[in-house]
């Protein structure tokens, strides 16, 4: 039988040798339990130390990690089924066009058409699919991998056929981040048709900006910089 009093002076001494054992465990070299190092934010209540770089993470990154991922691109914060633009100059609107290779299920469209040539597969496209078919992308803090994006891309060269003239780039349209690319539809009417297209990926949407020729390539293509100048999302 142990003594009350030796029982409680023996598990005093216990408790404060591992108390002393968690203290140096979760401390760094400088005695910082967040391990210190010259990053660091200074001890709270402390001047910020001039010579020493401060951390601050944005509120919506603060989930992520201390960095944005690397190699992303910030996805569009906004409803793609309100993206317009103005009719290019020397063109029209026009409602006789459709979709004929719908890569993510349902889709809206707008068409413009040179006034001089009425009745030709040369038309600029404004396509939104404002549901992912094949499934959404992976978003992490507000960004999706480039990685992901061009394989997206290339299912859908698969779905509709298309030869890839000029390889995709990621630029900015409408102050949006999206990916430029030049293709060839060798099996689309006629003797098929190239276009200069621009897909715009938002939060489970994505669009497809696309001027496409078969028979005037300079006259499309100046359109296509005037609407794409033009282009904006309400």
């Known amino acids: 039988m142990r003594r009350a009093g030796a029982g409680r002076?023996?598990?005093?001494?216990?408790?404060?040798?591992?108390?002393?054992?968690?203290?140096?465990?979760?401390?760094?070299?400088?005695?910082?339990?967040?391990?210190?190092?010259?990053?660091?934010?200074?001890?709270?209540?402390?001047?910020?130390?001039p010579d020493r770089?401060?951390?601050?993470?944005?509120?919506?990154?603060?989930?992520?990690?201390?960095?944005?991922?690397?190699?992303?691109?910030?996805?569009?914060?906004?409803?793609?089924?309100?993206?317009?633009?103005?009719?290019?100059?020397?063109?029209?609107?026009?409602g006789g066009y459709h979709e004929d290779n719908p890569v993510e299920g349902e889709w809206t469209g707008l068409y413009f058409v040179p006034t001089t040539q009425q009745d030709t597969l040369d038309v600029i496209n404004?396509?939104?699919?404002?549901?992912?078919?094949?499934?959404?992308?992976?978003?992490?803090?507000?960004?999706?991998s480039r990685a992901e994006i061009e394989r997206r891309i290339e299912q859908y060269h698969e779905i509709n056929g298309a030869d890839v003239i000029e390889s995709s780039e990621f630029v900015t349209v409408a102050g949006l981040p999206a990916v430029r690319e030049v293709v060839h539809l060798p099996d689309s009417g006629y003797s098929g048709y190239s276009y200069r297209g621009y897909w715009i990926f938002g939060r489970g949407q994505v669009a497809?900006?696309?001027?496409?020729?078969?028979?005037?390539?300079?006259?499309?293509?100046?359109?296509?910089?005037?609407?794409?100048?033009?282009?904006?999302?309400?």
């Open 208 to 234: 497809h900006v696309y001027c496409q020729w078969v028979v005037d390539q300079a006259t499309i293509e100046r359109g296509c910089d005037d609407l794409i100048a033009s282009l904006r999302v309400s």
């Open 53 to 94: 770089p401060q951390r601050t993470i944005p509120p919506n990154f603060a989930e992520c990690g201390e960095e944005e991922p690397k190699d992303g691109e910030l996805v569009a914060d906004v409803d793609l089924r309100n993206m317009t633009a103005d009719p290019p100059p020397g063109f029209e609107e026009s």
């Open 9 to 49: 002076r023996a598990a005093a001494a216990l408790a404060a040798a591992v108390l002393g054992v968690l203290v140096l465990a979760g401390c760094g070299a400088d005695g910082n339990p967040f391990g210190g190092g010259p990053e660091d934010p200074a001890p709270t209540g402390a001047a910020p130390d």
């Open 126 to 144: 404004i396509v939104v699919y404002p549901q992912m078919e094949l499934g959404p992308l992976t978003i992490t803090c507000d960004q999706v």
